[in-house]
């Protein structure tokens, strides 16, 4: 899955078509605030299973102060967190998993290539790789800033138990 592999080359991405805005990414959704990892959807395609999109950083991400100290690198868990969130938005918008809330059930394969700095965009191009409905839905992603591939891998979504994790936090032992 190296660059000679693109899902989509980067620099075809339209990023002045936007499909989803941050209003829109929150109706399939449920991250807030400093969870939130996406700034818009340039892309959503279900008949390629495709999705784009993009998050733009900025000097004042909770994650600058402390990862490094006068370095300021965008985290790798952070990365995989905004490949996550494509994976549940183009899951949510085009049913595929049919559920309510969509969760991260785990990564392979991922492989950081490069860093991520404030004021960069980070664009994550995801495919869909394997479906189980109501199961699991496996993706390969790739991200990548300024066209450069800064991080890949494979990442599955779970349908998350909706009614259950609401009886826990309403009736917590």
Known sequence: MGGRDFIVDPREIDYSNIVADLEEIRRANAQRDAMEQL????YDDPEQNICIGYRDTSKDEFWCAGHMPG??????????EA?????????????????????????DNVRFRGMVLP???LTIVLQVIKLRRNRMLTCRFQAFTNNALVCEGEIRAIPLPIDELRRKISNPK
């Open 39 to 42: 700034t818009a959807i340039v």
């Open 71 to 80: 370095m300021p690198l965008m985290p790798g868990v952070i990365m995989c």
């Open 83 to 107: 490949a996550a969130q494509i994976c549940s938005f183009h899951s949510r918008r085009n049913d595929l998993l049919g559920c309510e809330v969509v969760g991260f059930g785990g990564l």
């Open 119 to 121: 004021g960069d965009r």
